[in-house]
């Protein structure tokens, strides 16, 4: 990451300092529970123990990845044109060339914000976790909207997500 901005801030922490303390924990989080998600990933597809995702190096990668998109996009809010290129260039490439169904989007993201949330609690306050999670309906709109752009057919009948469900922040 070059640099920061205060959109990206988090009581003077940026995502990928957020990144370096979570490590895999969102991606293992996010297999164990959805484990129908591994069908997309031939790396990940034969591991069933939390243990060993953790320590996978290919999971260590994709996860960079995934924070990353993720930081650009915090990065450029103010840019909506930038915002738009970004995921529409993920969306695209997860229709065409991975052919993920979308609703894994709007998983992943939740189960991104629950591990933020728990393990950044004293510092995660309502309207944090309210900013975060309109950024998740802004970045499964931008992705669904790709999805649609290059004629995506749901796979997957009545796919449904639960929603991101985060620790309480005191009495």
Not at 19 to 41: D, E, H, I, M
Not at 153 to 165: E, F, G, L, S
Request: glycine share 6%; net charge positive; hydrophobic share 35%.
């Amino acid at each position: 990451m070059r640099r920061r901005s205060s959109s990206s801030k988090h009581h003077g922490t940026s995502l990928g300092q957020c990144f370096g303390a979570l490590s895999t924990a969102p991606g293992t989080r996010f297999f164990v529970n959805f484990p129908s998600a591994k069908q997309y990933f031939s790396q990940f597809k034969h591991m069933e123990e939390p243990l060993e995702m953790e320590r996978s190096p290919q999971l260590r990668k994709h996860a960079c990845r995934v924070m990353g998109a993720l930081n650009t996009v915090v990065e450029n809010l103010h840019d909506p044109d930038k915002v738009s290129s970004v995921l529409a260039l993920v969306g695209k490439a997860h229709a065409l060339k991975h052919k993920v169904e979308p609703v894994y989007f709007k998983i992943l993201s939740g189960v991104i914000l629950e591990v933020v949330a728990e393990e950044f609690a004293n510092d995660f306050p309502p309207e944090t976790q309210r900013a975060w999670a309109k950024l998740r309906g802004l970045i499964y709109s931008h992705v669904t909207a790709a999805y649609k752009e290059v004629g995506w057919v749901q796979q997957v009948p009545n796919a449904t997500t639960p929603p991101a469900t985060l620790p309480s922040s005191g009495p």
